[in-house]
């Protein structure tokens, strides 16, 4: 894996979880501030969504990352990981 390709999903790792961070945040405090509120709900529904669906960016960034690497094994094996993280996605939300 090359540096750039490591610098770039440490990136996005790193901006997913402060993103849902602040997002679960704002949610948690919205809770306290208006209990029962539709908008303390959507915000907690959001930051678990976005912390759920970093691990499953970075898959697929990977898998970009290995195309234009051309390391065809890794290709496999990453595009492998992310069929299995959508299938499971899809057999929780079904």
Not at 30 to 38: D, E, L, Q, V, Y
Not at 64 to 79: C, K, N, P, Q
């Amino acid at each position: 894996m090359s540096d750039a390709l490591e610098a770039r999903l440490g990136r996005l790792l790193t901006v997913g979880t402060r993103v849902s961070t602040v997002v679960l945040a704002m949610g948690l405090a919205a809770t306290f501030a208006m209990p029962g509120s539709r908008l303390a709900y959507v915000l907690l529904t959001v930051g678990l969504a976005v912390l759920l669906l970093t691990p499953v960016a970075r898959v697929a960034l990977s898998v970009l990352g290995y195309i234009a690497e051309r390391d065809w094994w890794f290709v496999l094996y990453t595009s492998i990981v992310f069929v299995l993280l959508i299938g499971s996605f899809i057999a929780a939300f079904a």
